[in-house]
């Protein structure tokens, strides 16, 4: 099947709101999990030494659970979409976990422009994640330039994303499967959102070609992708 890009930022409140109340809790948990796995299969702890930086942080999920999982870390949230971040600051003033997010915090710029944007962290990023993000961005050279220009020798990436179907028989299966949980918004950004999405061969091929093969790029059953490791 072949690609077809959706708008990099989700802007319309409607969509923002239908995100936000979904229960996607299952794949996050899995995937902090999944994180935590590598980084302690490494020797890797995390602490007040450290930063955690999540990108496409949308309304603050990921971020939120980064930041309990690791409380005395500091967590920053980057989105493009002013509505997401602005939602995100919600979920966290309302959260019952404020203790635990007192080092979590919102910044909202485009991840292309974070670079130009010259805000500057005070400590080195350790750990550089995202969830589905990766298909949202237009052109790869986008996301990976940016990611190399936030690591360090010490940052530890992990990125996951959905992976494009083979066919859209398929594509359009797995939209079924979504339209059962799921409310008409969710149903067809997810639909656009595979999409959208790269497969296996064009992330790995593009890390080879491109100066990033220190970046392990490996399918998560059928329907997920991860890339990890540092740049």
Not at 71 to 90: C, F, H, Q, W
Not at 120 to 140: A, E, M, Y
Not at 203 to 219: A, H, M, R
Request: proline share 2%.
């Amino acid at each position: 099947m072949e690609r077809i890009p959706e708008p990099e930022l989700m802007v319309e409140k409607e969509q923002v709101i239908s995100y936000d109340e979904a229960d996607f809790s299952e794949g996050e948990v899995n995937l902090i999990n999944q994180i935590n796995h590598y980084l302690l299969r490494k020797n890797i702890s995390l602490g007040e030494k450290d930063l955690i930086v999540d990108l496409g942080c949308g309304p603050g999920n990921i971020s939120e659970k980064l930041a309990i999982k690791w409380p005395n870390t500091e967590v920053v949230g980057i989105d493009g979409s002013k509505e997401m971040i602005l939602r995100a600051e919600y979920n966290k003033s309302t959260s019952t976990n404020q203790k635990k997010l007192r080092k979590l915090r919102y910044i909202c710029s485009d991840i292309k422009d974070i670079k130009a944007n010259k805000f500057l962290f005070k400590k080195r990023i350790s750990l550089l994640v995202s969830n589905s993000l990766i298909h949202h961005i237009t052109n790869l050279e986008d996301f990976f330039n940016t990611i190399k220009s936030l690591s360090s020798d010490i940052t530890v990436n992990f990125h996951k994303d959905l992976k494009r179907p083979l066919d859209e028989k398929s594509a359009l299966e797995l939209k079924a499967q979504c339209s059962k949980k799921f409310n008409k918004i969710l149903t067809n950004d997810y639909y656009a959102s595979l999409r959208a999405s790269y497969t296996f061969k064009e992330l790995k091929i593009f890390t080879l070609e491109n100066d990033l093969s220190s970046l392990d790029v490996f399918e998560e059953g059928d329907n997920y992708l991860i890339v990890y490791g540092k740049v």
